[in-house]
């Protein structure tokens, strides 16, 4: 029974040094790619960096100019009726909001014909569309591109495989192929983690900056309404 005991503890103990020395870290692996997939991994990281700055940075950005008091419009009318056309313009001014820029200059231009406020409403919106769209393209770019630098990764990889292949003199082990292997995998996985993260934070922002674009554009027609009623 003993010796059965020492055998059991025995296997147990070489398993768990097998178990331990088949566990890998992230940097490990990381590091174990070669130099040409810390360089790759190394600019991928770069990558998700920016991303994910871009996509916090507008994000705040267009939740802030998202914020528009309820009875804003209400408030505007009311002046513009009474013909405060003063303090219609310091509302504006005070609330400093991409609807109401927009509603500023309409209300400068009142008194010139409502196809000349329309225009001048309409150009100042693709300003403010421009404002609000800022640095998103670079998230669609990154999408695309990391998945091809990833891509590129495994093809170096499989080249270095390759290479240690033809270089064996026909004993192939799988030692030699390791770097390179290790270089397809992580770039690959890499480069997809990127471009997923970029994907998604370019559609998020996307779907945000459409429903501010809405919100302009429905508070400058009921203001162009407004003008046109008759008094």
Do not use: W
């Amino acid at each position: 029974m003993m010796l059965a005991s020492t055998i059991q503890d025995g296997a147990e103990l070489l398993t768990d040094e097998e178990t331990t020395e088949k566990t890998l870290s992230i940097i490990e692996l990381i590091g174990s790619g070669g130099t040409a997939g810390q360089v790759i991994i190394g600019l991928l990281f770069i990558l998700l960096v920016v991303a994910i700055y871009i996509y916090f940075e507008r994000l705040f950005a267009i939740k802030a100019a998202s914020k528009v008091d309820a009875n804003f419009m209400n408030q505007i009318k009311d002046h513009v009726t009474n013909g405060k056309i003063d303090s219609a313009q310091t509302l504006c001014d005070q609330v400093n909001s991409p609807v109401s820029r927009l509603i500023n200059k309409g209300i400068s231009r009142i008194g010139k014909p409502l196809e000349d406020i329309n225009t001048a409403i309409e150009n100042a919106g693709r300003l403010e569309v421009y404002g609000l769209e800022k640095n998103v393209s670079i998230l669609a770019t990154i999408s695309g591109a990391a998945p091809m630098i990833g891509f590129l990764g495994t093809v170096i990889g499989m080249i270095l495989s390759i290479f240690e292949i033809a270089n064996s003199g026909g004993q192939i082990d799988i030692k030699l192929l390791a770097d390179g292997l290790y270089t397809a995998m992580t770039t690959t996985v890499a480069g997809l983690i990127v471009g997923i993260v970029g994907y998604i934070a370019y559609n998020h922002l996307v779907v945000k900056t459409d429903k501010v674009v809405y919100q302009m554009e429905a508070n400058s027609l009921e203001f162009l309404d407004h003008l046109n009623e008759p008094i």
